[in-house]
């Protein structure tokens, strides 16, 4: 079982005039917090994407894919985890959980919305708000997490030079026919998509986010991916990849 180091809530006081105190609280990462307290572990209280409530807010930080938020949880032996707003592109760090147990003072432990994954979210007030899943082409994790478009977060068959393996929201496409990819245009001069086969292997076959690297990688960071070259039978073409 992992160890994970505990972050101790903490109050600054301070005398004023005759023995009037004023108490500053200071929260755990991933815990829940109101406005005017200070977070530990390099995160800040900010409105949550997800909750079991409505508005609620709780010690985070943004991110991108998981491996950047702080291993610094609560109760948790589990790790942190990104979940990306597929509207926005904007993702928040969360503890995961297999029960309340897991979770912070002001949290709970909540099903993302279309996965299994569980995650510990401010408990707030009014309608719930999940966040929309990934949009197609976009870097994720978990693998086998539910992506916009129908696609699915699956282990990328490309990645940057000297990168380790990524996951991506994606299809496979063993027909080779980039017209069953998420964002293919029929009659379109020119696609944003295209099916792509890694070794010319047609059972290994995904649908992937063309880019054109004279954009300075324009075509792919709001999918927090980047424009690489890969050589295929026909020549060089340019994919996004995580």
């Given amino acids: 079982m992992k160890i994970r180091e505990l972050v101790l809530s903490m109050s600054v006081m301070m005398s004023i005039g005759a023995g009037c105190i004023v108490e500053v609280a200071s929260r755990s990462a991933y815990e829940g917090c ?17 909750t079991t409530g409505g508005a609620g807010s709780f010690c985070t930080t943004t991110c991108s894919v998981s491996t950047v938020c702080p291993d610094f949880g609560t109760n948790s032996v589990y790790l942190p985890t990104c979940v990306v707003n597929g509207s926005t592109g904007l993702g928040q760090c969360y ?10 003072v002001g949290t709970q432990c909540a099903v993302i919305p279309g996965t299994a994954n569980q995650i510990c979210v401010p408990i707030g007030t009014g309608t719930v708000t999940p966040p929309p899943p990934p949009a197609a082409y976009t870097s994720c994790t978990p693998a ?26 994606t299809i496979s496409c063993t027909s080779g026919n980039a017209a069953m990819c998420p964002g293919y245009v029929p009659g379109a001069a020119r ?16 649908c992937m986010r063309l880019c054109n690297p004279a954009n300075g990688n324009r075509d792919c960071a709001p999918y927090f991916t980047t424009c690489a070259a890969v050589a295929m039978a026909a020549g060089t073409i340019n994919i996004c990849v995580p």
């Fill in 34 to 50: 109101t406005a005017g307290q200070t977070c530990g572990g390099g995160t800040l209280c900010s409105t949550a994407g997800f």
């Fill in 95 to 104: 503890d995961t959980c297999a029960s309340n147990l897991d979770c912070g």
């Fill in 144 to 169: 086998g997490g539910a992506c916009g478009s129908g696609t699915t977060c699956a282990p990328s068959m490309f990645a940057r030079a000297g990168a380790a393996q990524g996951n991506l929201c």
């Fill in 191 to 206: 696609q944003s998509v295209e099916c792509v086969a890694p070794m010319g292997n047609p059972n290994l076959a995904q």
